[in-house]
């Protein structure tokens, strides 16, 4: 449980899997029906993966920028970047929970299926929110508690999922506020289906 996955093994088929491109398509539509998005704001997708949801946002705003720990999956998403001719599209290699922050201020910083991933959450949360401009929004999707049978291989693997009173009270310790939390995907894996909550908040 506390060994951290091989994602840059794991990046060249991540996309291969239907539900994983069906979930960003969610997610990203869940967040701009949350979300007041503007052309002219800049974001930040942490833990980007592929760019999944990334490159479904980059359409209604400025720019994004896509940060991840892992150089395989930063490698796929640039090559996307480059073959589908994204002009707004930035990527930065870095570990957030190292303490490596990207340069610049955001207006808006996402993450999908990425928190499950991380041990502390509250002091990257923390991190995060210096990253914001005034006003600026986090919107954090992932998976609603279930148990630990979402998972095959546990590995890197820190929680199994959050309840939306975790959540709410992680984003609360962090600083943050107008924090609301609800249903904006489910995950169907076999017979058993696995909500994903997404929870936005502000800072002042």
Known sequence: MTER???DAAALNWDEKPRRVKLAAEVAEAIQDKIPLKKEWDALDF????????LQLAPVLRSITGTDSSSGMI???NNKIQTYGFSNVLTVL????????PSG??????????LHHIKEIVPLLKSLKTLLHPGGWIALADLEFEGGSFHDDPTGVFHH?????????????????????NTAATIVK???TFP?????????
């Open 94 to 101: 870095c570990d957030l929970e190292k303490g490596d922050l």
């Open 5 to 7: 996955r091989d994602f």
């Open 196 to 204: 994903v909550l997404l929870a936005t908040a502000q800072v002042e």
């Open 190 to 192: 076999g017979d058993q």
């Open 161 to 181: 999922g959050f309840s939306t009173e975790e959540l709410a009270e992680m984003l609360a310790k962090a600083g943050y506020s107008s924090i609301s939390i």
């Open 75 to 77: 490698d796929t998403l």
């Open 47 to 54: 833990g980007c993966g592929t760019g999944l949801v990334t």
């Open 105 to 114: 201020r955001f207006h808006l910083i996402t993450s999908s299926m990425t």
